[in-house]
């Protein structure tokens, strides 16, 4: 994680509650401009940490956004080895998406 304060964690109380907290909102979809809102921020300047791949808001946003699509993928694993067919559709769906997009980035990037 970063070493730099943004001055809005300055009146945080507890910084490790609040990374806690935009990872649980991010996990909730909840956008960058519904969280400064949630906190009382300026609205831009949290968007601007959210984009900004280096900073402990941008990295727990998208640890939170991560976590619900791990859970959701692991719920439909779950359904689909328990023989529920729609489940099973999607997920095999799902699965050739992820890895075309696997193979696109491997051409595009050279790297997985």
């Known amino acids: 994680m970063t070493n730099h304060k943004p ?10 509650d609040c ?4 990872t649980n909102l991010a996990a909730y979809k909840y956008t960058p401009r ?27 946003y998208d640890r939170g956004f991560l976590i619900a699509k791990a859970e ?14 729609s489940q099973i559709v999607l997920f095999n769906k799902d699965m050739k998406q992820k890895q075309f ?9 050279g790297k997985f």
């Open 7 to 16: 001055e809005f964690l300055a009146v945080v109380s507890d910084i490790k």
């Open 19 to 22: 990374i806690e907290t935009v």
């Open 34 to 60: 519904e969280i400064a809102i949630y906190f009382g921020i300026d609205i831009m300047q949290f968007k601007e940490l959210c984009w900004d791949k280096t900073s402990d808001i941008s990295k727990a």
């Open 72 to 85: 959701i993928s692991m719920a439909s694993l779950n359904s689909a080895k328990g023989g529920n067919v």
């Open 101 to 109: 997009d696997l193979l696109k980035d491997k051409l595009l990037n």
